[in-house]
């Protein structure tokens, strides 16, 4: 089944505990990317990939980074998690040529304490 | 800062009837609208696309764009119970396939 999958689907932490959500994707798809989701505010781009070893900041990428070593992997890591990075975060990919067409994974729910 | 607005509802419709739901942009060079379904607790999931001014129907779902007034439109015949979700506009951007989404509208339909 073609799908994005990411791991932990949810995650509650303390702050400064240094953390990597996983999200991988078995479509072969070139352009990966990560947004947060919060009430009110939609959904942002943290960062994304066009694909393997190039990655560019989104809208909010600070307090966040990635690496694109595998075309499948994506993972963003977070150094030293803050309780404003609580927030329900999403990885998508998307093949080359229909960068827009993006599929997302189930989300990962994370609590910073 | 480029923004995508919609009303956050709730746009509530009976079963059977027509769902509309809009959105307005503020870059006036964007060429990419999107729009996605998001139920509750889930992920969203692209549902329509479209690119050039006027109409593109998909099955019960009719995307609308109009450049010039800067507002792409979503309407939903025969709305179903299922249809019940928030609905994402997003505008893209060519250089990064970046999507700008707009906080969404939630569409309940009522049995």
Redesign the interface.
């Known amino acids: 089944e073609a799908q994005v999958t990411q791991n932990p689907r949810y995650l509650i932490t303390v702050t400064g505990k240094k953390l990597t959500v996983t999200c991988s994707q078995n479509m072969n798809h070139e ?1 990966m ?1 990560w947004y947060r989701q919060d009430p ?6 943290i960062y ?1 990939s ?1 694909n393997v070893e190039v990655t ?1 900041k ?1 809208d909010v990428p600070e307090g966040y980074k990635v690496s694109r070593k595998e075309k499948r992997n994506f993972p963003l890591i977070l150094e030293s998690p803050s309780p404003n990075q609580t927030s329900l975060y ?1 990885c998508a990919s ?1 093949p080359s040529g229909r ?9 990962t729910r994370l609590t910073v304490l | 800062q480029k923004e995508v607005e919609q009303n956050s509802g709730p746009l509530s419709v009976p079963e059977g009837a027509i769902a509309s739901l809009n959105c307005t942009y503020s870059d006036r060079v964007s060429q990419s609208f999107f729009w996605y379904r998001q139920y509750s607790g889930k992920s969203p999931e692209l549902i329509m696309s479209i690119y050039s001014n006027g109409d593109k129907e998909d099955g019960r779902f009719t995307a609308q764009l109009n450049k010039a007034s800067q507002y792409v439109s979503l309407l939903i015949r025969d709305s179903q119970p299922s249809d019940s979700a928030t609905y994402l506009c997003a505008v893209g951007e060519d250089s990064s396939y970046k999507l700008i989404f707009g906080s969404g509208t939630r569409l309940l339909v009522r049995p």
């Open positions: 352009y990317s009110g505010l939609g959904l942002r781009q994304y066009m560019d989104g999403f998307a960068g827009h067409e993006q599929f997302f994974g189930p989300g």
